[in-house]
């Protein structure tokens, strides 16, 4: 009995660590994006997305409709390296991450500063995929907010 209960007891530990470090390496590639950002680099940046990833805001427009815009990872990655380092600034906490298999999800309440600014603050819902190279951001939908920050 005390055999079975070691063997299990150890089975939980084995699975426990592995969660934490798929866990981990699912914030690694977020935190690699916001790093690259922070330093206006570009190419960084670009590599934390997986090819044809999306990357969308919802916001409200001039008469308070809801409407989702969207943005090429290309395009936002060219009007970062325009920045000086240390221009964008997007501080975050990670609130929940699933993972299942290659399929993780974050969601993270961030505050976005520019120029040492608070310019917004919402929540990032970010997807990854975990391809060859490792886990890569598929998908990014943010909400951006004046208030409550």
């Not at 079975?4 to 089975?11: A, E, Q, T």
């Not at 084995?14 to 190419?43: C, G, H, R």
Request: glycine share 6%; with cysteine.
């Amino acid at each position: 009995m005390r055999t079975i209960l070691c063997i299990s007891f150890l089975l939980l530990a084995i699975t426990t660590i592995k969660a934490q470090e798929e866990t981990d390496s699912v914030k690694v590639i977020v935190n690699n994006l916001f790093k690259a950002m922070l330093l206006s680099d570009s190419v960084a940046f670009h590599g934390c997305f997986a090819p044809e990833a999306i990357m969308q805001t919802v916001e409200k427009d001039k008469l308070n409709k809801t409407t989702v815009r969207s943005e090429f990872v290309a395009e936002v990655a060219g009007i970062l390296k325009k920045f000086p380092a240390g221009t964008a600034e997007e501080k975050m906490t990670f609130d929940l991450i699933r993972i299942d298999g290659d399929l993780a999800l974050v969601w993270a309440p961030y505050q976005f500063y520019f120029g040492g600014k608070l310019l917004h603050c919402g929540v990032n819902c970010i997807q990854l995929v975990r391809l060859a190279e490792g886990w890569r951001i598929q998908y990014i939908i943010d909400t951006r907010r004046l208030e409550g920050c």
